[in-house]
């Protein structure tokens, strides 16, 4: 089971992919498959993103939180787009409860950093609503065409990679456009590894306080090197 920031992101992200697919991609074979006439049913993700729908777990307590329960019931008394609407946002918050039960034994900065991480990503609910483009394919063996995992886990085409990577790169320059690192005053860059001082919250450049991810991982909780000068009033 997944034990590490690292793994418990790529167990979410494999979970986050495969109930895209089903919202979107593979929109009419879910909706088909959510008979208001069957039982309760849960729409699960997968870590090998695939999607299933199926009865939930019978074990109490299960070995995983369990999805939304009967998300079928309501599918014919609702406008479609706005029962998938309620389906996704229902999917965000089982997606953030399997990440964090996964994460109850990190410490602070390794939860604060995982969800920094989760927190990069669109949410089901906002590319659902089409709030946020989709930017993922089905599969690398379904799309028949070259493909490219990208940083966060995900399956882009090589022919519409350039087009979503600029929208990424124009939503994050907005989300994080005034984050300057404490110690060189760079601004901030996805593509580097950077940390934040539990005590200032000011965020750093790993490589400015010689913090690397690995030792990261054995922090409790990070100190700056200013907050480490800075003596306690007598």
């Not at 990069?120 to 709030?131: G, I, K, L, Y």
Request: glycine fraction near 6%; hydrophobic fraction near 35%.
């Amino acid at each position: 089971m997944a034990s590490t920031v690292e793994e418990i992101f790529k167990d979410y992200s494999g979970r986050r992919s495969a109930i895209l697919r089903a919202l979107t991609y593979d929109v009419d074979e879910f909706y088909g498959i959510c008979d208001p006439e069957k039982e309760n049913l849960c729409l699960y993700g997968h870590p090998n993103e695939r999607w299933e729908v199926s009865l939930p777990a019978e074990e109490v307590p299960p070995e995983l939180p369990e999805p939304a329960l009967g998300i079928n019931f309501a599918r014919d008394g609702m406008n479609r787009k706005d029962w998938l609407s309620l389906v996704a946002v229902h999917s965000d918050c089982w997606l953030l409860s399997v990440a964090f039960y996964l994460g109850a034994r990190l410490n602070s900065f390794e939860r604060k950093r995982l969800f920094s991480m989760i927190n990069e990503m669109a949410t089901v609910f906002e590319v659902v609503s089409e709030r946020k483009p989709v930017k993922e394919k089905a599969s690398a063996a379904e799309s028949g065409s070259k493909t490219k995992r990208s940083s966060d886990g995900q399956i882009k085409s090589m022919e519409k990679a350039s087009a979503a990577a600029a929208v990424a790169d124009e939503d994050e320059e907005d989300e994080h456009g005034d984050t300057q690192c404490g110690s060189c005053g760079g601004n901030y860059n996805a593509d580097e590894f950077w940390i934040g001082c539990d005590i200032c919250e000011r965020w750093y450049h790993g490589k400015c306080v010689k913090i690397t991810p690995a030792k990261a991982e054995s922090i409790k909780q990070y100190k700056c090197p200013s907050c480490t000068l800075k003596r306690p009033r007598p």
